[in-house]
């Protein structure tokens, strides 16, 4: 299949253009620099510019390109960087896709969003069918999907991957917590019983595989796991694994003062299971929380 990627160069993308390599696949990488190798292909997202000719012919296309959410203290410029960054990807390739001629448009379009899209759920239980929640992450997931709306308008399936939190030792909500647990400074953040929808790196790239093949899913999708833990539960497994105590709960205000704005969505309760994924088969090599921290740690 030949792909063409955006946000190649980041946490997920560096693993899941390795994991489409491996399987055959033809990987083309959008770059705002200029390119390096003839598997590259210049865009300027924030201007809306992208040559046609870079998604044509491509049997896919998937979008993951977004300023981290959790690399920088969320000021106003942050903010809307976090936002822009996400829009501005999304409209560029949509509107490029939806302006080709229907023989060249690629079948389909993986577009990531978050379960930020839900915003506090508490306790409730959510799956795809529920309306976007209040709060800075929610409003931006609205805008986010929406803007993928020009391709799907032309006819192509688009799937919006609303991502939890990937599990891996080098990066993404483990990495920062590894040192704090091994120098046995660390617990659960705030009250630890908001709900941490996680998903093992692994089945996170097999569950992007999946819907990649499968015709009949479209629209949103919850990329977590089927077993949904609180903070308080899934730091307790982790000082379990690393064999550190965890009983220094790092209080909210202490959190604000280190993270700023984003220590409010490492607070967030989001309670969401996999509906569309679970209805379509997809079956995860780690479906409980001890396994899939035990491959975060180790492969």
């Known amino acids: 299949m030949r792909i063409l990627l955006a946000g190649a160069s980041g946490f997920l993308g560096t693993r899941l253009v390795a994991r489409l390599s491996a399987d055959g696949h033809q990987v083309t990488r959008l770059v705002r620099r200029p390119p390096r190798d003839p598997q590259e292909r210049r865009w300027d997202p924030a201007a809306g510019q992208l040559d046609p000719a870079a998604v044509a012919g491509s049997d896919a296309v998937i979008n993951l390109a977004g300023a981290g959410v959790g690399d920088k203290r969320w000021n106003g410029d942050y903010r809307r960087l976090i936002r822009t960054s996400r829009v501005d990807s999304t409209s560029t390739l949509a509107t490029t896709i939806a302006g080709l001629p229907a023989a060249d448009r690629p079948r389909v379009l993986l577009n990531s969003s978050a379960v930020g899209w839900y915003g506090n759920t508490g306790d409730r239980v959510v799956e795809e069918d529920a309306p976007a929640g209040e709060g800075f992450l929610a409003d931006v997931c609205r805008v986010w999907e929406a803007a993928t709306r020009p ?13 939890g939190l990937p599990l891996h030792r080098d990066g993404g909500m483990l990495k920062p917590q590894l040192l704090p647990m091994r120098l046995g400074i660390s617990g659960p953040l705030g009250g630890g019983r908001q ?28 990329m977590v796991g089927p077993a949904p833990s609180t903070n308080a539960e899934f730091t307790r497994e982790l000082a379990r694994q690393l064999h550190r105590p965890a009983i220094m709960p790092i209080p909210a205000l202490a959190l604000k003062v280190v993270l700023g704005g984003f220590a409010h969505e490492a607070l967030t309760s989001t309670r969401v299971l996999p509906a569309v994924l679970t209805r379509a088969g997809f079956t995860y090599h780690h479906p409980d929380l001890p396994s899939a921290l035990r491959a975060a740690l180790t492969e």
């Open 195 to 222: 709900w941490w929808p996680w998903i093992s790196m692994a089945d996170w790239l097999r569950a992007v595989l999946f819907v990649l093949d499968r015709d009949d899913v479209a629209g949103p999708v919850n």
């Open 151 to 163: 391709a799907e308008d032309a006819g192509v399936r688009v799937v919006r991957l609303r991502i």
